[in-house]
Nanobody, 121 residues
Framework: QVQLVESGGGLVQAGDSLTLSCAAS????????MGWFRQAPGKEREFVAR????????SHADSVKGRFTISRDNAKSTLYLQMNSLKPEDTATYYC??????????????WGRGTQVTVSS
């Protein structure tokens, strides 16, 4: 059974950095795409970044481009999100997700429970 467990969230000040981790288990993720999403109170869940687990190809939302970096450690089966120059508008619950290459994340059952990031001004 696939398990995705996020960690690393917390309360930080604007301009600070934070690294989120997502420990993935339950299968090999070759052929999968892993991603980070976030949801702020009263808002819809939005895409943050994604990475092809095998090929390492990445993409980031415009709102975080240049500040956030997604990466993975295949040996540790762990996904990361390095977040720099954090802004109050980055405050949200951050979720890790996995989906087969070519299948949209929203169609996937593989989601973590989330980790809270709060950025104070």
């Amino acid at each position: 059974q696939v398990q995705l467990v996020e960690s690393g969230g917390g309360l930080v000040q604007a301009g600070d950095s934070l690294t989120l981790s997502c420990a993935a288990s339950g299968r090999t993720f070759s052929g999968y795409v892993m991603g980070w999403f976030r949801q702020a109170p009263g808002k819809e869940r939005e895409f943050v970044a994604r990475i092809d687990w095998t090929l390492g190809l990445t993409s980031h939302a415009d709102s975080v481009k240049g500040r956030f970096t997604i990466s993975r450690d295949n040996a540790k089966s762990t996904l990361y999100l390095q977040m720099n120059s954090l802004k109050p508008e980055d405050t949200a619950t951050y979720y890790c997700a996995a989906t087969l290459r070519g299948v949209g994340f929203l169609a996937s059952d593989f989601w973590g429970r989330g980790t809270q990031v709060t950025v104070s001004s």
